[in-house]
Nanobody, 125 residues
Framework: QVQLVESGGGLVQAGGSLRLSCAAS????????MGWFRQAPGKEREFVAG????????SYRDSVKGRFTISRDNAKNTVYLQMNSLRPEDTAVYYC??????????????????WGQGTQVTVSS
């Protein structure tokens, strides 16, 4: 069992940057594959980025490649999402998710049993 708490959301102008953090309660945080998802009003939750247990493998949705970077610090039980060159279409509630399944990085929400409460990111044009 793991509890996840996101922080770092806010309001930013287009072209700006934000860094989201997700703090995990698990003693064995390094055993979890971590993901970031987002959900805009009226839309389904979508995969943004994922990172394996060691940080050696990452995955991104096409629209954020080159702008977003996922990373983790296992000593701090924290995963990060650095978001640069933000666009209005990045506006959404961003969720942190975790799974102990480590063979691949799941890109669907059903692959993650553990979720945080979400943090709002709003990008103004």
């Amino acid at each position: 069992q793991v509890q996840l708490v996101e922080s770092g959301g806010g309001l930013v102008q287009a072209g700006g940057s934000l860094r989201l953090s997700c703090a995990a309660s698990a003693r064995t945080f390094s055993r979890y594959t971590m993901g970031w998802f987002r959900q805009a009003p009226g839309k389904e939750r979508e995969f943004v980025a994922g990172i394996n247990w060691s940080g050696g493998t990452t995955s991104y949705r096409d629209s954020v490649k080159g702008r977003f970077t996922i990373s983790r610090d296992n000593a701090k039980n924290t995963v990060y999402l650095q978001m640069n060159s933000l666009r209005p279409e990045d506006t959404a509630v961003y969720y942190c998710a975790a799974t102990t399944f480590n063979l691949v990085i799941h890109t669907t929400a059903t692959g993650y049993p553990y979720w945080g409460q979400g943090t709002q990111v709003t990008v103004s044009s």
